[in-house]
């Protein structure tokens, strides 16, 4: 498995390690309940570095990244970030991810689980002479602090105003003194920032976070609590909401596709399927008991089976079942009324509006 550069920080102080998309990964250090609710209430921090960075340069990159995602990268101005899908040919999701724009560079984020599928697609397509994309996953380290003191931990110890920073957003600049590419997207449903820095500054990075912020009862989170915010926050996650044989346009996330740019891959496609009215729609759940109906339980509507479950857990903010799933378009509206096959056991279910949590400010 491979290793995060603080990986050994991990596992000298509590972390539980599992593996995760390859990685050897905390999974939790304490209560995932507890480091979950240090989110939502004060200030968390996370190795998230078994995500995958991918840098584009040269003056033809706008147009090289823009040929493998659904976005139109050559809108996106410096600074910005903006979320985007990969796509087969025939419109099936290999990937989402994370396109940040700066002045003469650009970064692609994608998931650990298929940075080595990504690479190898962008190769299998031949470039321009006059753009390159290099991984640099192994050689760099990326966290993320989350949580609504987020900002006020950070700004003493970056080189600029964390404000000028809005949601989706990034800079170059330094963090306690160290080079860092500093973003604000998140990943949680909270306020907060990641920073990417270079392997050889990872640990110090992490432990100058945790010791600025005692004073906010800060805690390492691992890959548990993640996972529970990011299901309130109706955040979807690959392998649960959309793989390869799921379309933007079924999982909800058409907002990443800009079917009036210049030609992609998975254009055609795409530009079919958004002229259906009869796709699957990915739809909130809420659970009337406290079982947990897990990935791949069966939704129904009296006697038919009308979709599956994608992600479900017990909230801990709202303290109720909650699901994301995949159903007929016909019972996809909120009040929608279904119920859940949870190991032989039918459960009333309701389709509710996403996302279940939304921060307040």
Same mark, same amino acid.
């Given at each position: 498995? @491979?290793?995060?550069?603080?990986?050994?920080?991990?596992?000298?102080?509590?972390?539980?390690?599992?593996?995760?998309?390859?990685?050897?990964?905390? !999974?939790?250090?304490?209560?995932?309940?507890?480091?979950?609710?240090?989110?939502?209430?004060?200030? /968390?921090?996370? +190795?998230?570095?078994?995500?995958?960075?991918?840098?584009?340069?040269?003056?033809?990159?706008?147009?090289? @990244?823009?040929?493998?995602?659904?976005?139109? *990268?050559?809108?996106?101005?410096?600074?910005?970030?903006?979320? $985007?899908?990969?796509?087969?040919? +025939?419109?099936?999701?290999?990937? +989402?991810?994370?396109?940040?724009?700066?002045?003469?560079?650009?970064?692609? *984020?994608?998931?650990?689980?298929?940075?080595?599928?990504?690479?190898?697609?962008?190769?299998?397509?031949?470039?321009?002479?006059?753009?390159?994309?290099?991984?640099?996953?192994?050689?760099?380290?990326?966290?993320?602090?989350?949580?609504?003191?987020?900002?006020?931990?950070?700004?003493?110890?970056?080189?600029?105003?964390? $404000?000028?920073?809005?949601?989706?957003?990034?800079?170059?600049?330094?963090?306690?003194?160290?080079?860092? *590419?500093?973003?604000?997207?998140?990943?949680?449903?909270?306020?907060?920032?990641?920073?990417?820095?270079?392997?050889?500054?990872?640990?110090?990075?992490?432990?100058?976070?945790?010791?600025?912020?005692?004073?906010?009862?800060?805690?390492?989170?691992?890959? /548990?609590?993640?996972?529970?915010?990011?299901?309130? #926050? #109706?955040?979807?996650?690959? /392998?649960?909401?959309?793989?390869?044989?799921?379309?933007?346009?079924?999982?909800?996330?058409?907002?990443?596709?800009?079917?009036?740019?210049? +030609?992609? !891959? &998975?254009?055609?496609?795409?530009?079919?399927?958004?002229? =259906?009215?009869?796709?699957?729609? =990915?739809?909130?759940?809420?659970?009337? &008991?406290?079982?947990?109906?897990?990935?791949?339980?069966?939704?129904?509507?009296?006697?038919?089976?009308?979709?599956?479950?994608? $992600?479900?857990?017990?909230?801990?903010?709202?303290? =109720?079942?909650?699901?994301?799933?995949?159903?007929?378009?016909?019972?996809?509206?909120?009040?929608?009324?279904?119920? !859940?096959?949870?190991?032989?056991? =039918?459960?009333?279910?309701?389709?509710?509006?996403?996302?279940?949590?939304?921060?307040? *400010?």
């Amino acid at each position: 498995m @491979l290793q995060t550069a603080l990986h050994d920080w991990h596992s000298s102080n509590g972390g539980r390690m599992v593996e995760f998309a390859g990685w050897h990964m905390p !999974i939790q250090y304490g209560s995932i309940v507890e480091e979950h609710h240090a989110v939502r209430q004060r200030v /968390g921090l996370f +190795d998230i570095a078994h995500m995958g960075r991918l840098w584009f340069r040269g003056p033809d990159q706008i147009a090289f @990244l823009d040929r493998f995602v659904t976005n139109n *990268v050559v809108k996106i101005k410096p600074g910005q970030v903006r979320y $985007s899908l990969v796509c087969r040919d +025939d419109g099936g999701i290999l990937d +989402d991810v994370l396109i940040y724009r700066f002045a003469d560079e650009c970064l692609l *984020v994608v998931n650990g689980a298929n940075r080595e599928k990504i690479v190898e697609w962008i190769n299998s397509h031949p470039g321009s002479e006059n753009a390159t994309f290099v991984d640099r996953t192994l050689e760099t380290c990326m966290v993320a602090l989350q949580g609504p003191n987020a900002q006020t931990l950070l700004q003493p110890h970056v080189n600029f105003d964390l $404000s000028e920073i809005k949601y989706y957003n990034a800079r170059q600049g330094t963090a306690f003194g160290m080079p860092a *590419v500093i973003s604000r997207t998140g990943y949680t449903g909270e306020d907060g920032f990641e920073l990417i820095v270079e392997n050889a500054q990872a640990v110090s990075l992490w432990t100058k976070l945790l010791e600025a912020g005692q004073e906010f009862s800060i805690r390492p989170c691992g890959l /548990g609590c993640r996972d529970t915010l990011r299901l309130e #926050a #109706a955040m979807p996650l690959y /392998g649960h909401e959309m793989d390869e044989s799921v379309d933007p346009y079924t999982a909800n996330l058409s907002f990443g596709v800009k079917l009036d740019k210049a +030609d992609f !891959i &998975g254009k055609e496609a795409l530009t079919r399927l958004s002229q =259906r009215g009869d796709l699957p729609k =990915r739809v909130g759940l809420q659970l009337d &008991g406290k079982r947990i109906a897990r990935q791949g339980s069966e939704i129904y509507f009296e006697s038919q089976k009308v979709g599956i479950v994608t $992600s479900g857990t017990f909230s801990p903010t709202l303290e =109720r079942s909650l699901a994301m799933g995949s159903v007929n378009v016909e019972v996809s509206e909120p009040g929608s009324v279904l119920e !859940i096959d949870i190991r032989g056991k =039918r459960e009333p279910a309701r389709v509710v509006p996403l996302p279940f949590y939304k921060r307040s *400010v």
